[in-house]
């Protein structure tokens, strides 16, 4: 068949209504799985059910004590030689080379680190912290130390360490045009953004004048840049105390007296970081993205109460996020593109030798990593992603047609078939195909059409791996 046919059955992501298990989730291991990974496999499967449930979720929320170490040694190696560079070595390094590494980085950390909650949170604070990687300015080079020194720190950490830490990047105050903000010649975007998207949300309780203040106290912030200074310092943080501007300000009530220098800006990111808006607008959007589109306000509050009361302690929350006290089913979510790309690599234990041969792929799916334009990030909701079918169906048969060169699935009696008993049967490879995919919560009519797909004639090699990627195409594979 070709990569553009499929069964009725599975030509269409199915709308809210008629989502899987009529719209929600138990809460169970493998929809535990499916929330804090890239994409269920069933060997992580089967360690969650020797851990249990507790004991998984607090390793995933304790990163650090996870060997990683097959991925850091690939990382570290020659594939991903600008990971590891200073500001200073990176401004000298070919700009598309560096941004193809961090692009390709990101899908190999995504499919392959055992740090999969940690990852997910990663790509969840990169989109709150919104760069664009291909702007006219020192992104393409610079991404990539905002990425190691500013978000992944930080993913699993405390917000206002992260925030201040966002505020001090070249990186963000050049994307932002903050390194043109000076007491002659103000620029309020970084101000505007820094409330609307970083922390208070744009129902904050911030005015225009609010804008103006805060634009005040970040005049100065900027980066050394440019072949006349020392190569050693270049983009990197710099208060220019000469552009500050050094009159009192207000900013949401709270008095700034002249003279503060930088610390007027320090101010102001203490000010943000302990406001209840802020609160409430993290916990929101944590919910959204982890538990479901439509939080209740209670459910909302219940996590800005562990941020206020943790100042900010971003694993608390999730841990509360992840064990919700109102005994609610999880909402289906929606696999974002690059989320359905790397679960049907993990699920189907792909080999990716190279990574650059999907970087079209993700493009025609409208979500390769960093390419978002604008500083809101890339969007996380059902009516955003729901009509970029093509691609989805595309990649699940293109990938079991070996159509990246450098990606394989060993579809095989001896790869994902191993175990089953001659002769192969219909039912047997779907049975396989729902423990491997969907950890055996496949629904029953997408099996019934699979298998259907399958026969009547004893499955041949090429049909076992279209069913794979009819399974990838599937309605019930589009959501976590």
Request: hydrophobic share 40%; with cysteine; glycine share 8%.
């Amino acid at each position: 068949m070709s990569i553009l046919q499929a069964p009725k059955h599975y030509s269409l992501i199915p709308p809210p209504e008629m989502k899987p298990t009529g719209g929600r989730i138990p809460i169970s291991l493998v929809g535990m799985i499916n929330r804090t990974s890239f994409g269920f496999t069933q060997a992580e499967h089967h360690r969650a059910l020797a851990m249990g449930h507790a004991a998984y979720l607090n390793e995933q929320l304790n990163h650090e004590t996870i060997d990683d170490s097959t991925l850091n040694t690939r990382l570290a190696g020659a594939e991903f030689p600008t990971l590891a560079m200073t500001p200073e070595l990176l401004s000298a390094v070919n700009t598309s080379d560096v941004q193809n590494q961090i692009i390709r980085s990101r899908l190999i950390r995504a499919v392959f680190s055992r740090r999969q909650l940690f990852e997910r949170m990663v790509d969840f604070w990169s989109d709150h912290f919104n760069i664009w990687l291909f702007e006219d300015g020192i992104a393409g080079n610079q991404k990539t130390w905002d990425d190691s020194t500013v978000i992944r720190p930080h993913a699993l950490g405390y917000f206002p360490a992260m925030l201040s830490a966002s505020a001090h990047s070249p990186t963000m105050l050049d994307y932002l045009n903050n390194n043109t903000n000076t007491a002659t010649g103000p620029n309020q975007n970084y101000a505007r953004e820094l409330m609307e998207l970083h922390s208070l949300g744009v129902d904050g309780g911030y005015t225009q004048d609010d804008v103006i203040q805060v634009a005040r106290c970040f005049t100065g912030w900027t980066y050394w840049g440019g072949s006349t200074n020392p190569s050693s310092i270049r983009y990197t943080f710099r208060f220019n105390a000469g552009n500050h501007d050094n009159g009192q300000k207000i900013v949401l009530g709270n008095i700034i007296p002249a003279g503060g220098g930088q610390q007027d800006g320090e101010t102001v990111l203490q000010i943000l970081a302990a406001h209840p808006s802020t609160a409430n607008y993290i916990a929101k959007k944590m919910l959204r993205h982890f538990w479901g589109e439509n939080p209740s306000a209670d459910h909302i509050a219940s996590i800005a109460a562990i941020y206020t009361r943790t100042q900010g302690d971003i694993r608390a929350m999730m841990r509360a996020v992840l064990n919700t006290p109102f005994n609610q089913p999880w909402e289906a979510k929606l696999k974002r593109p690059f989320h359905h790309m790397a679960s049907a690599l993990r699920a189907l234990s792909a080999t990716v030798t190279t990574p650059g041969n999907l970087q079209t792929q993700m493009t025609s799916s409208g979500h390769l990593p960093f390419n978002w334009q604008t500083p809101d990030g890339y969007p996380d909701t059902i009516a955003a992603w729901s009509g970029l079918l093509l691609p989805r169906w595309n990649f699940g048969a293109s990938l079991m047609n070996s159509s990246f060169s450098g990606v394989s699935v060993d579809a095989t009696v001896t790869g994902l078939l191993a175990g089953l008993p001659a002769p192969l049967t219909a039912v047997a490879i779907v049975g396989r195909i729902n423990n491997l995919m969907f950890g055996g919560t496949m629904p029953a009519n997408e099996q019934i059409a699979l298998t259907t797909y399958l026969l009547p004639n004893a499955p041949t090699s090429a049909k076992i791996r279209e069913a794979f990627g009819l399974a990838v195409g599937s309605p019930a594979f589009q959501w976590a």
